[in-house]
């Protein structure tokens, strides 16, 4: 690997060291809640949570730098597919059927999204197993997080991960082949090249770190771990959206489908839901009296 390659490949991962330590400083900070209570079950939920997402980063960044960006996107995309099948095949707790018809509707639009409907060149090389191997790393955080909401505060849970990702990248950084192109001293002459390094890092912190998360932990394990899979396959479209808004790219017919599928697999799934509960009788409540039977 040379020494622009480690650049290109570790310095993303570098910056994801810097701002989820600087995220979790913050966060320790403004919230009394995070610093108090800690146990080992805190601990121990905080270590697999920020293990399966560092490892998701970790990975995807390696495999984007070994495949193209729509393979890298597709591919991490099939978490879609791997949070139903994981429930199903190791844990026995299927989705429902209106499940599977959302992640049937929202696979095919990720990959007229992504692709355009073609095959983008794909073969099955290195980058394409890290991407697969993201897929799987971000799968298995999805399902944990549902997990550990039950006995852990997300405040908690929140600052513990920040630690655990930005501790990982940086070891990841140290001990990666080609490490050598980020060192102390390089890193610190990266990040100083131009006046806007910091105010990126910063934004980064705040919004796709402290701010998704935050909602992630807090909001999350109150859906199905599939719904909430399907939720986030909404990323790719608002970041289409916003691409054609801001600087005016717009989406082939075959892309647009794409996005269209995404969404209306999210509304079918919706609607069908909320049937679905309307359908069901009002849970009854002991003890409480029964209306009297008026004969006609």
């Not at 099955?124 to 971000?138: D, I, S």
Request: charged share 15%; with cysteine.
């Amino acid at each position: 690997m040379t020494l622009e390659r480690a650049t290109r490949a570790l310095g993303p991962i570098w910056v994801l060291a810097m701002r989820f330590l600087i995220a979790a400083a913050l966060w320790l900070v403004i919230f009394p809640d995070a610093r108090r209570g800690w146990n080992w079950d805190a601990l121990s939920r905080s270590l697999v949570l920020g293990t399966c997402l560092s490892a998701g980063m970790i990975v995807q960044h390696l495999g984007l730098d070994r495949t193209s960006e729509a393979v890298s996107a597709f591919l991490t995309s099939l978490t879609i597919l791997f949070v139903p099948m994981i429930l199903t095949v190791a844990l026995r707790k299927p989705p429902p059927a209106v499940m599977w018809a959302g992640v049937v509707l929202a696979t095919a639009g990720v990959w007229l999204l992504v692709t355009g409907g073609e095959r983008a060149g794909f073969t099955l090389g290195w980058g394409e197993a890290l991407g697969l191997a993201c897929a799987v790393a971000f799968s298995l955080y999805i399902l944990a997080v549902n997990a550990a909401a039950r006995s852990v505060d997300a405040w908690q849970l929140t600052a513990g991960q920040f630690v655990v990702v930005g501790l990982a990248c940086f070891v990841t950084c140290a001990l990666v082949k080609g490490h050598e192109a980020m060192r102390p001293a390089r890193a610190l002459e990266l990040v100083s090249s131009g006046r806007d390094i910091w105010l990126n890092i910063f934004l980064l912190m705040l919004f796709p770190t402290v701010g998704a998360f935050t909602l992630l932990n807090l909001y999350q394990p109150k859906l199905d771990p599939t719904r909430a899979a399907l939720i986030y396959l909404v990323e790719p479209v608002i970041a289409a959206a916003y691409a054609w808004l801001t600087v005016g790219r717009k989406l082939p017919p075959e892309k647009l489908l794409g996005a269209t599928l995404i969404l209306v697999a999210n509304g079918v799934v919706e609607l069908l839901a909320a049937r679905g509960k309307a359908a069901q009788p009002p849970p009854s409540h002991a003890g409480e009296p029964q209306a009297p039977m008026v004969e006609g």
